[in-house]
Structures are given as C-alpha cells and as structure tokens.
C-alpha cells in the first residue's frame, strides 16, 4: 500500500499507470488469498486507477467519472469503466494489465457471493479478441490468480489468461448453468488444475443422476501423472463412494468413505455418509460408533476459518459437517434405536449448544439440515418419557414453560435440581399454570393466555372443575400449538409420577386452549366464507390446509395416549368413575384404540355394569350379536378354540397398558357369553 501511495504521486504516463494497476492487482490478490476482500475495499484500490485509464484515452474530451451520478460510482461505475476500455482493444502492457484487474475485480465479486455481477466482466473480456493482451504479457509482475482460485497447489507455468477466464466463468457459472459451465471446463487443458474441474464435472453428472458416468470421470483421475493433494483425494473419494450408494451398492460405498478419511481425516462429512451406509444395512451398533466418533472428531479438531480456503472450496465443495448436525443425528440415531437415556443426554447438549450460539459450532454443510429449536425441544422430552425419567421431563417442561434459561442445561443439572429444591419446583409448576408470560420456543415468541388456577378434587364419585378464565389467545399463534404438546408430555410424566391432580390441570389447560382456539377458528371460518363469495353470491366451498388436520390429529393421539395413562392409573388405584371418565375420553380421540376400548369394557364391568360393558366391547370389535343363539354359540365356540391358554380365563380383569391378542380373545368369549346368558334369563 506504502508502494502504491507513492506511484499514484508520479505524473500520469502509460509506463506509470501499467506499474500502478501491477501493485493494485496485487494488493487485491493478497486480500484475495488471505480470504477477507470486501468489495468496497477493492473498489477503493481500483477505481482511482481505471479512472486515469479512462481519462488516458481522451475520447473526445468525455469523462465518464465526472458524469456519473452518485449511484452509478458506487455501483456500475468499474463495470462501465471497465466495459469501455474493454472494447477501446488496447494492446501492449497496458491491454494486458487492464484484462489481468478485470479478473481480480470478477473474482472480488465471486467471493463476496455475487456470481451474477462477476459473468457480466467476464463476458466482456471473453467477448474481446485475447491477442492483443498477449503480445506483452505482465504476468511475470503478477502473483498467480489461480493461488487464490484453486490453491497454491494449482500454480502451473503452463496456465494462460485465457484459461483464467475460463476458470472463472465456470466457477461462476456452476451450479446453476451445467451446460455453460461445462463448455468452460472443456476448454481448460492445464494438467494441475484437472483434479479440480474432473471433480466439477462428475459432481454434474451425480446431480444428474447419471452415476456410472460420474465413477468414470471419477476412475480417469488416479492415470493422473502427478500427486492430488489430501483434501482433493478426499473430495474425490467421498462423491465416488456417495455414486456407489446411489447404485445400492453399500459395502463398497463405505470402503470409498473410509478411503476418503485416510487421505484427509480432518474433513468428516465421509464419516457421516459410513453412518448412513451402516444404517441401510441395518447395522445398529455401528453406525451409532461411527456417528460417535463423528462428534468426538469434531469436538477435537482444530477449527480453521472458511475464509482461509481457496474459492473452489468455496464455491463448488459442501462444507464440511458441523458440531451441530453430528450432534442432532446422533441423538436421532438413538432415539430411533430405543436408547432414549442417551438420546435425552444428547439432544440436551444440543440445546445447550444452540443458545450458546457460537459460531463456529454453528456453521455446517448446507445439504444437511437439523430441525427447529421447537422440535428438537419436543424430541427430547419424548426421549426423558420414554426413558422413564419422569422427574427430568416435568423439570424440563417446567423450565419451557416458564421461560426459565436453558444455555447450560444438562441431565445431571436437571436431576440435582429436581431433588434438592422439591418446592421450588412445585412452586413453579404453580406458577407456569397460573400465569404464564412470554415464552421463548426456540425462535418463536408469544404471549399464553393468564389462566386461574384449575382445582380440581378426584374422587371415586365425583369431580369438581373451576373455570378458566375467558380470555383468548392468539389461535393462528404457531408456538401457543406447540405449547398444547408441552402441557400433554408434561401431563404424562404427572401421570407416571402419580400427580393426579396436578396432571388433571395440564390437561384442562390443554383443553382451554383448544377450544378457545375452535371457537376462534369457526368465527374466522365464517368471516372468510363471507369473503368468498362470488359474483352471483353462491358461496365457493372452504379448504382446511393440510397442515392444520395433521396437527389435530397429532394433537388428538397424544392427549388420547395422556388421557389413556391417566385412566390406567386411576384404575389401578380402584377410582373406577374417574377412571371411566378419562377413559370415555380418550376413545372420543381415537375411537379405533383397541387398548382404551379394552380398558374401558374392564372399568365398567368392575363397576357392575356387564351388559353395557358387553355391549360396548362387541360393538367395537364388530361381533355379531344381533343373530340367534345357535349362531352366538358357534362364534363362541370358534373363539374359544383359538385360545391357546385356557389357564387365564378365571383370571380378573385389570387395567393394562398393552393388551394381547390372546386377552382380546378371551374377552371376546367373556362378552359374548354373557350376553348369551343374559337373552335366555330375560
């Protein structure tokens, strides 16, 4: 910069401009190599020097800068600077350097993400004859483009400026304009730079699907006469492997993977793709060791800034994976896999690595995608249910609740706390169902209806319910639905816990808030049919989004399912009339619920009411009994006979969780000779 300074003090020649531009492209290819080359910054260096360029020229007295409004200078005023002494065909030094800044300025554009902007230079040069910059060349003054390009792995004598401009119009060009992109690869011969652009071409033909013509592309490379360099063994290693599990072909898929880590172990994304492999070929245990060390590799590695590489690995290559998406698909594996205590301890890391929110742990390829905060949120308070840590998850509900800081969350945190402040807890569960504020689901904030507090006695007999209060919220509030499905897991670890009343609260706020959410949505049904309405006042029929009947139906699953656990309970503890009403209640959600059905004819025969029970169970079951007795017989007689333990029928029916097909029979048989004996004692 010192140097420049000085050459711009010196009176204007064209020996003086051509050493002027030589310093300016350099400077911009330091920026360039080291990766922060912010446009404004280069347009600074190379504006003063196009300026006296253009001035040089002195075509017909016009001054292109001193025209030009504000707006232009700062945006199109090198491109038009540059687009007409591009076609002035100047030849000599100065031609040469003027063709060399246009590329630095084109690969300026291409690495602060503005391909678009860089073609349009590029299409000006490439649209010039290329002789008259070759006669005198200044690229013996010049640091290489293609260090900044390609790395300095890439430099070749041999390289021309018409190849650069080739180079760069395909980088520009790829993905999006295969075709284009292309016709410049195959206009590229220098032998050091065919790792990169074989690597572009068979990553066309795998988009493409057309796999066995990327594994050739692919194969052509190892009859190179030279060394590739790591990372580019391992790119080539890992697309070859990706080709081969397209073509199902998984065993040698993961060899091509492992081939990849052993050339460059610190990029991992190969890794992950051998964790997938393992999964399709059903190898449990293996792919949770590789999606494992996959964390691990990651919590170790050095973390070197993107800006440090070169533009191809930039522009073309997928980054690398990140600390985040191994960590999600980790816990995801074993979620899948049944092993929800590490699951739970996996997705609580996560968490707590989200709202740190650092960025480098954030960052990861882009083809790679982890769901929402919500969702990762709901996936680990699944995981706590289904891990039988029940303690855990009402804490963790509680916390989501209540807004409480989730940034250094951990199990054993949530554990210590849950059993050394018992009332605090109690206390704030208190408080989240009385009145809860704002609430921080993931990026998603809302305001929750206040709510008094439900009370709620349960007894055998009978069971009192104040009201909620009547303010409404939001329904079109997407994080107030996703708070209906904290309150349900929360109700069902209550339940497991034998919070009964506790428990029975969650659910009437669940309850509260799906009908203020119906009674809002049938007024905002009626307001939009009143809005469709055409011309001759015949009203066009309503759509219900598909999103919205998928989310009932989650919902009604779930607070069946919590519904189901509460009447199970209630059963267990001999509280039949309770247990009858939550039961009722949750076949109302899932009438085909051959479990909540089971529970229900049980509870009502324990109350003596055998033949509503009887009648209840075949109905559902669809038994005919509607026939004579020699036809009841018969089908009594045929079940009976599938029976395979005969031991169980005295056995006294209970409330079960899980019902065989084996209890099904019998009640079956039960029922149906009850009704039996009933019609012949009438």
Known sequence: MHLLQKIRCIPVT?????????????????HLIQG???????????LPSIQKCWNLTKKEGNDLCATADMEIKRKNLIHSLMENLMSSAFSGPLGSILLEACLRWATVLLLNKNPERASKI?????SQSRTAYQEEPVSGLLLPLEVCLLGGEACSPDASVVEEVHLLSALCLFPVESERCQGHLQKLTTQAWLPYTKLMEAHFEYKAE?????IIILSATSAFPFKM???????????????????????????????????????????????????QLGLMEAELEALNLLVTAIENREMKPESSESIFFQHVVNKDIGLTQALFYLAQACEIHHKYDIAAEKYIHLISLINNNTFEKMRGCEMLNIPSISDIYRSTIVSLLKAKKYHQCEVLCERVLSCQPTSVLDLSSILSQHSQEPAHSQETSTQARACMGSFAFGNRSFQETSMEECKVSCSQGKRKRLASSEEKSDPRNEGQMEMVFVHLYKAEAQVCLNKIEEAIESLDIVLETLRNTCSSSESSSQESKRQRLSSDGAANPGTCSPGSVSFWREVGHQASHVYLCLGIRLGRQNKLTDALHFLRMSLQMEKENLTTLYNCVVVLWRLDRQKEAAVMWCKGRQLDIQGDSFQMAGVIKRKKAAIKDTQGNDTPLEVKATVADQETLRLDVQCLEFLFHWRHGR
């Open 36 to 46: 922060i080359c912010p446009v404004d910054q280069s347009q600074m260096l190379l």
């Open 229 to 279: 360099t790591k990372r580019l063994t391992a790119l080539h290693c890992d697309l070859f492997g990706k080709c081969l599990s397209q073509l199902n072909k998984p065993h040698s898929a993961v060899q091509k993977f492992r081939e990849a880590l052993d050339a460059d172990f610190s990029y991992l994304l190969p890794l992950y793709n051998i964790a997938t492999q393992y999964r």
């Open 122 to 126: 590029l299409s000006i040069v490439e």
């Open 210 to 214: 057309r796999y066995m013509e990327a």
């Open 14 to 30: 064209e020996e003086i401009l051509v050493a002027e531009l030589c310093v300016v492209c350099n400077v911009i290819t330091c």
